[in-house]
């Protein structure tokens, strides 16, 4: 019985941690209102990004079927006058802290998800301009994660791209590789996904468009993949997000960050609420999980740190060391089950 209680102790301290979102809605705000000074929104210390003006903010916010953060609070302006040249560039950046003081920081193994509602103003830069990343640094600025917009010359089309840091044009994974053509004063749904791999100046970045709310990860199809090559986000480090004016006249709204897909965008507050025995029989065998379906797989040392989340056929060869770890396992259904595997 005290083994039972002490496991299902860890198992909701895993699910709490996993579950935690920081969210930004820029609730009490009002329109024209700064958002430096807001919430813990500052300028970025790099005096080279520190020039022009903070966004202000728009009296609406965005809304996206279905995404949790749709419809409250208020929408961030970024002024396309800002930053069009390098004397007027600026970031806004905000550390990220979850309830009890718990920073956000990169995790072998593990994900962070950033997501927001963008609306792209007709009047805007025609050359790619980053407007949204991810930030590594307290004392300068260090992005890992960089969501870029550009306008087509009638200023009716826009199209999103993502790097991991490069601002080369050879780098750029754009959305109309997907064979998306996205609208200029429309809603658009971005998820910015950052994993970390063990190893160095490998860890992956991957932006979503568009996703589909009421689909776990695995289904979604709408998905960047940067390429190129950069040192990564060190596991110290207390990380953030920006908000950068460099020419892109939009509107941010919405904004979630955690390390779940389900917490963040789908609006679960955590794997937790969806554990339902399904008859599911996961197991070890060697140094293989086999689930018998397709699904998802989450892996935790009994430590509670993640260390695997993968997508499998039935069967997930891993290489983990021998040892005993809890498993999460979510079907293509969205039936969870949970147990303790020993890997052999």
Do not use: C
Not at 178 to 191: A, E, I, P, Q, R
Not at 255 to 276: F, H, K, L
């Amino acid at each position: 019985m005290k083994k039972t209680f002490l496991l299902l102790s860890f198992l909701a301290i895993v699910l709490s941690v996993q579950g935690q979102v920081f969210t930004e809605y820029f609730t009490t705000l009002k329109a024209g209102d700064k958002v430096e000074g807001y919430n813990g929104w500052a300028v970025s210390p790099k005096a080279a990004d520190a020039n022009g003006a903070s966004p202000v903010i728009a009296e609406e916010p965005l809304f996206f079927t279905g995404y949790p953060g749709s419809n409250v609070g208020h929408a961030a302006v970024l002024d396309s006058a800002i930053g069009a040249s390098s004397s007027t560039q600026r970031i806004s950046t905000k550390k990220i802290v979850f309830p009890a003081n718990d920073t956000l920081k990169n995790v072998v193994g593990g994900t962070i998800y950033a997501a927001f509602i963008v609306n792209v103003n007709p009047v805007s830069y025609r050359s790619y301009r980053d407007f949204f990343t991810n930030e590594g640094s307290e004392t300068s600025s260090m992005t890992r994660g960089r969501v870029f917009a550009r306008n087509n010359a009638a200023g009716d089309q826009v199209t999103f791209a993502v790097t991991k840091n490069s601002s080369s044009s050879a780098d750029y994974k754009e959305s109309s590789s997907l064979g998306l053509v996205l609208g200029t004063g429309v809603n658009h749904l971005l998820v910015l996904k950052y994993e970390g791999v063990e190893g160095d100046s490998n860890d992956k970045i991957t932006l979503f468009v568009n996703p589909d709310p009421a689909k776990n990860e695995s289904e979604q199809t709408n998905k960047l993949e940067a390429t190129d090559v950069q040192t990564d986000y060190s596991s110290t480090a207390k990380l953030g997000v920006n908000l950068r004016q460099r020419g892109v006249g939009a509107m941010v709204s919405g904004i979630r960050v955690g390390r779940t897909w389900e917490a963040v965008v789908m609006g679960q507050s955590s794997d937790a609420a969806q554990i339902r025995q399904q008859g599911h029989t996961v197991f070890a065998s060697g140094d293989e999980i086999v689930t018998g379906k397709p699904g998802r797989i989450k892996v935790y040392s009994l430590s509670g740190s993640e260390l695997i989340s993968a997508p499998t056929g039935g069967r997930y060869k891993t290489n983990l060391e021998r040892g005993l770890y809890l498993v999460i396992f979510r079907d293509l259904q969205g039936a969870v089950s949970n147990t303790k595997v020993l890997i052999h």
